[in-house]
């Protein structure tokens, strides 16, 4: 049950610290993320060279990483600068794009979980799933609701990796494990955006970086993304203007609209 | 002769079956590339590793290979996924983008049709005539108009590569060597929106994928393209709000106004 | 000050003659530096490969070099291709994205001045204030003023390489070391957008691809910049149509409009 008065104070206290984010991401979203970053107050880098990236973590306030056009190169400075972000204490979120689609990506993403120990992860439901290394989980849960089984992995993957894991979907589950947190604004246009993901993503870091009750962090970002996001698909004529209008409503949210418009 | 009724057919198919279109392109255009995708129900990824490409092309049903920003690593990861690709039997889009401006475009994209045997290449007048190996096309032909030119090396590239080539511009051209089809809808401003070629690039992968009959669907895929585009300048004040609202209007296209749009 | 009939000359130049501006650019802002180039009439050619990159230099009128998501090897193509430039004579542009940020950015910055001479440089106060080697510009200074000390590094940088140095901010300094030229038009919103800088540096290489008067290419392309920039806010939501206005404005932009809206 999200406390408005909480989400309120971290929204503002985004504003007020403008946290520098390091993107380690992909190209599909760079331009995207770096902007709405910037719409909620934050401040994004983008960088990846693995002769800087440690030296970038430490003027950040945290850090994504994001495998959605990995390569080897690009995994090795994932590695270097979230062992820095590791050692410096900074919260690093992980956003495992297509894990499960090929071996390569689940194996990176099991390598940099066990290298990394992300502060949490945030993925679609199949995402969440093919990170799980138990497969017991299902066995005692007797329904075939996929969000269901969703859930279930996502706690699972949390208790197995001390992470908080996040699923996005039409309803967003935010889980340490124990307690869930739900978040069930939102739009069905936001999948037709490419990224809308990746940049849920960044701007979890964003809040995970003023509030260290990473819980609490990632479901006051999940929740500013979807209440954005329902804003823009009211006026939105297509996943075109979807994206600028989204933009627009992040810059321009405020205190009350997060009163007004969250759905509990 | 574009038949409607076949291409409301082809256009539904790529709604209803939502084939997986892998993209190995620049980075220009990956945002966009994603979203024109997402946009007429087509699923994009986007992925260059040597470690994944031969694994993603399993789960795919079309390749696009797009040469905007080569460098040495990608031609490789080009190489191997088309490999894969023509193995598997799914049809494989090359964009030779910005082919004889330099040698080495040229070249990578020679080895690439030699290599990968492409089922379809796009691109404009300039590109595909810089592709051809023969320059005895031009000799027949006492014709100084430029179309006319382009025209016929594409027919020429079509005899030596075995591919469909499609020539855009104010007119597209779709050929197997033999039976051309045109495209004439359109707008001058989709030449002022960066990467519009790239799209009908990734357009006519999704299309491919659905019809086996590549000169229809690349005509098909070309002519869903310029509708939107034409409908789009229609309400575009610049190059800005043009590549929103062409996002738009291929979300919002139907078979009826594909049916009133077309011109023939 | 910056003289009207001068600056339409610049701008009815840069539409007559579609430079071609060669860019090698980070990945956060390829598509809109494409745009923009596109919509002020030039011709955008994204590139890095070390194979083509001498190459491309030879049919291009101007060279961007961006160091914004920079690694070893696009720094390598970078060297190449500014030299390249340096020796063929056309003008190159050199934004030092972060500088002063890692020192890894702050040594390539300092290694192109020196290899490949770039003949303007543009940043913003911190980074070119991180260029500078010389720390003594500050010393005779009895000001606190930021803007003072950033333009004071800007003639002391502009000394030391021979280049044209630009500050971007909300007055843009443009300074040979010598004479300085002001540009007040602008918004505080153009700074929400990602990559508005880079954008400001590639307009400015199509500039100096038709002036080699620098100072006066350079302050022109500022103007052109501010005066877009600051129409577009007057219609823009958020940092999302912002972006898209920006591109609309450079596109609707006339001789008329650059002589009512310039300010002095």
């Given at each position: 049950?999200?406390?408005?008065?909480?989400?309120?104070?971290?929204?503002?206290?985004?504003?007020?610290?403008?946290?520098?984010?390091?993107?380690?991401?992909?190209?599909?979203?760079?331009?995207?993320?770096?902007?709405?970053?910037?719409?909620?107050?934050?401040?994004?880098?983008?960088?990846?060279?693995?002769?800087?990236?440690?030296?970038?973590?430490?003027?950040?306030?945290?850090?994504?990483?994001?495998?959605?056009?990995?390569?080897?190169?690009?995994?090795?400075?994932?590695?270097?600068?979230?062992?820095?972000?590791?050692?410096?204490?900074?919260?690093?979120?992980?956003?495992?794009?297509?894990?499960g689609?090929?071996?390569?990506?689940?194996?990176?993403?099991?390598?940099?979980?066990?290298?990394?120990?992300?502060?949490?992860?945030?993925?679609?439901?199949?995402?969440?799933?093919?990170?799980?290394?138990?497969?017991?989980?299902?066995?005692?849960?007797?329904?075939?609701?996929?969000?269901?089984?969703?859930?279930?992995?996502a706690?699972q993957?949390?208790?197995?990796?001390?992470?908080?894991?996040?699923?996005s979907?039409?309803?967003?589950?935010?889980?340490?494990?124990?307690?869930?947190e739900?978040?069930?604004?939102?739009?069905?246009?936001?999948?037709?955006?490419?990224?809308?993901?990746?940049?849920?993503?960044?701007?979890?870091a964003?809040?995970?970086?003023?509030?260290?009750?990473?819980?609490?962090?990632?479901?006051h970002?999940?929740?500013?993304?979807?209440?954005?996001?329902?804003?823009?698909?009211?006026?939105?004529?297509?996943?075109?203007?979807?994206?600028?209008?989204?933009?627009?409503?992040?810059?321009?949210?405020?205190?009350?609209?997060?009163?007004?418009?969250?759905?509990?």
């Open positions: 049950m999200i406390d408005v008065k909480k989400l309120q104070r971290d929204f503002d206290a985004v504003h007020q610290q403008a946290p520098l984010v390091h993107n380690i991401t992909n190209f599909v979203v760079m331009n995207n993320t770096a902007n709405a970053l910037l719409a909620i107050g934050a401040s994004p880098i983008m960088a990846h060279a693995v002769e800087e990236v440690e030296d970038m973590v430490q003027i950040a306030s945290s850090l994504v990483i994001n495998i959605g056009t990995l390569n080897a190169d690009w995994v090795k400075s994932m590695m270097v600068a979230g062992k820095a972000a590791l050692k410096k204490g900074i919260p690093v979120v992980l956003d495992p794009v297509g894990a689609a090929t071996a390569y990506r689940t194996q990176v993403c099991k390598q940099l979980i066990e290298t990394v120990k992300p502060t949490i992860i945030r993925g679609n439901a199949s995402e969440i799933m093919a990170l799980v290394n138990s497969s017991t989980y299902t066995k005692g849960v007797d329904s075939s609701d996929s969000s269901d089984n969703a859930l279930n992995s706690k993957l949390s208790k197995e990796t001390k992470a908080i894991v996040v699923i979907g039409p309803t967003d589950y935010i889980t340490n494990g124990k307690d869930t739900m978040v069930i604004n939102g739009s069905p246009l936001m999948t037709r955006v490419t990224g809308m993901g990746c940049t849920a993503t960044a701007i979890t964003a809040f995970a970086a003023i509030n260290n009750n990473y819980l609490e962090a990632a479901t970002a999940m929740a500013v993304m979807s209440i954005a996001g329902e804003r823009a698909a009211n006026k939105a004529q297509g996943n075109g203007t979807m994206q600028l209008y989204f933009l627009d409503e992040l810059c321009n949210l405020t205190d009350n609209i997060l009163a007004t418009d969250l759905k509990r």
